[in-house]
């Protein structure tokens, strides 16, 4: 299979040794994909990322401790040139089977978003990641799920999706209302659904690889937690 008409974009500030051995790993697995375009946007004070072979890289400056990931987002969207667009974290790792079944929705035209697992968003750590970080064998997740954190219960819809660009562009990309750690990927699926917008779930689950908590993983401060809150409220109000 090709994925030629696809773009993965990565938006990621390097926070501990751990990030970045997630990100290596993630970009690694895409890298083998056949006729698949990779774009990183690393924002920090320097880079601390490698420049990575087939993986278009673009640093951005930013002296700002808080991560604004919705806007760069919204630049990575504007740098893809391919019909779909995939939006990754820089930790997760999606069974390429779910993969390509999320794929095969948007080209048959019959979603505008798809999130490649059914809710579910287990957080992988300890002897299992190590274990899956050596042998690179998916099964060592997906037959080991009951030792796995699952993070957001049932309904995440965190960690990846793929939409068709010209649908996410029309529907407002990120909403940059939202700053460092925030709630806008529930934000997203309520607009889209408010929007009328076709999105649909693959089966299966995705799994998160185990890095630090740091400052741009959880609410920065209460002020900025009030104000993604006001503007999530703001989106599940409307009919």
């Known amino acids: ?42 924002a920090d004070i320097v880079s ?16 700002n401790p808080l991560f604004h990931r919705t806007k760069y987002i919204n630049i990575l969207n504007s740098l893809a040139d391919t019909k779909l667009l995939g939006v990754w974290d820089s930790d997760v790792i999606v069974p390429l089977e779910q993969f390509d079944d999320a794929l095969e929705l948007l080209r048959s035209n019959s979603a505008d978003m798809v999130y490649p697992y059914d809710g579910r968003f287990y957080n992988v750590y300890g002897s299992l990641l190590e274990e899956f970080l050596q042998s690179r064998d998916e099964k060592i997740l997906t037959q ?4 796995h954190h699952l993070v957001f219960g049932h309904h995440s819809c965190g960690g990846a999706f793929v939409v068709r660009r010209e649908a996410y ?6 909403n940059e ?6 709630p806008e990927d529930l ?6 659904e408010v929007l009328s917008c076709r999105v649909l779930r693959t089966q299966g ?5 185990w890095h630090p908590i740091g400052e741009n993983s959880r609410y920065f401060n209460s002020q900025i937690k ?7 409220l703001e989106i599940c109000r409307v009919k």
């Open 177 to 182: 209302r939202f700053i460092a750690w925030a």
């Open 1 to 42: 299979m090709t994925y030629a008409d696809l773009t993965i974009v990565i938006p990621v500030r390097i926070d501990s040794a751990e990030r970045l051995r997630n990100l290596n790993f993630v970009l690694n697995r895409l890298r083998e994909l056949e006729g698949l375009k990779i774009i990183v946007l690393e």
């Open 144 to 147: 080991n799920r009951d030792n």
């Open 48 to 63: 601390k990322t490698d420049n990575y072979e087939g993986v278009r890289k673009v640093f951005v400056e930013d002296c």
């Open 226 to 232: 009030k104000d993604a809150l006001k503007t999530l």
């Open 169 to 174: 562009t029309q529907a407002g990309g990120e």
């Open 205 to 209: 689950a995705i799994y998160h690889l």
């Open 187 to 192: 934000e997203r699926y309520k607009r889209w």
